[in-house]
T-cell receptor, first 112, second 113 residues
Framework: NAGVTQTPKFQVLKTGQSMTLQCAQDMNHNSMYWYRQDPGMGLRLIYYSASEGTTDKGEVPNGYNVSRLNKREFSLRLESAAPSQTSVYFC???????????FGPGTRLLVL | QKEVEQDPGPLSVPEGAIVSLNCTYSNSAFQYFMWYRQYSRKGPELLMYTYSSGNKEDGRFTAQVDKSSKYISLFIRDSQPSDSATYLCAMFNSGGSNYKLTFGKGTLLTVNP
């Protein structure tokens, strides 16, 4: 039981490049989330998926898109990376949207 | 006023000390309260989860919620160097935008041997 896994662990991009961050959970959770964590800003919700087939914007969605591929997988896409998107990205999941969230190990992204 | 306020520290204590970590909040609708621990370069992991006012104990950790004062605390007894981490409080309500887990910014704790 791996919990929440994220790939890649670390990525360097140039401004304007695109990439997709992958997240998968094996806990049969219905809800999944993407956060970014920046120094002094705490954890901020980018997008979430309350259940398979639904996605909604969080606090800081601009510049990102998401896909809930199936119940296990939730990906985050940066279409045209900007230096302001340099951050640590965490995926999380929960049984339902009202339950405790469990986090993955994070992806460190550096945009030059 | 921010919804959740947490003193960022850093907090440095000797091994064996009692540690008190605190958060205040402004939204009286919050009903569920959590503490996460985050080691350096790792994801947050759930430490304690409480509902409504009162205390909850788990080993060396005690979570306390005072809804009348909108104040939550995490106490660590007999602190160990392995407790060195950032501690994040988090909370949400059961109705309305139930996806929204609101986090404090975290307190960095160092326990010195």
């Amino acid at each position: 039981n791996a919990g929440v896994t994220q790939t890649p662990k670390f990525q360097v991009l140039k401004t304007g490049q695109s990439m997709t961050l992958q997240c998968a959970q094996d806990m049969n959770h219905n809800s999944m989330y993407w956060y970014r964590q920046d120094p002094g800003m705490g954890l901020r919700l980018i997008y979430y998926s309350a259940s398979e087939g639904t996605t909604d914007k969080g606090e800081v969605p601009n510049g990102y898109n998401v896909s809930r591929l199936n119940k296990r997988e939730f990906s985050l896409r940066l279409e045209s990376a900007a230096p302001s998107q340099t951050s640590v990205y965490f995926c999380a999941s929960s049984t339902t949207a009202k339950e405790t969230q469990y986090f993955g190990p994070g992806t460190r992204l550096l945009v030059l | 006023q921010k919804e959740v306020e947490q003193d960022p520290g850093p907090l440095s204590v000797p091994e064996g000390a009692i540690v008190s970590l605190n958060c205040t909040y402004s939204n009286s609708a919050f009903q569920y309260f959590m503490w996460y621990r985050q080691y350096s370069r790792k994801g947050p992991e759930l430490l304690m989860y409480t509902y409504s006012s009162g205390n909850k104990e788990d080993g060396r950790f005690t979570a306390q919620v005072d809804k009348s004062s909108k104040y939550i605390s995490l106490f660590i007894r007999d602190s160990q160097p392995s407790d060195s981490a950032t501690y994040l409080c988090a909370m949400f309500n059961s109705g309305g935008s139930n996806y929204k887990l609101t986090f404090g910014k975290g307190t960095l704790l160092t326990v010195n041997p």
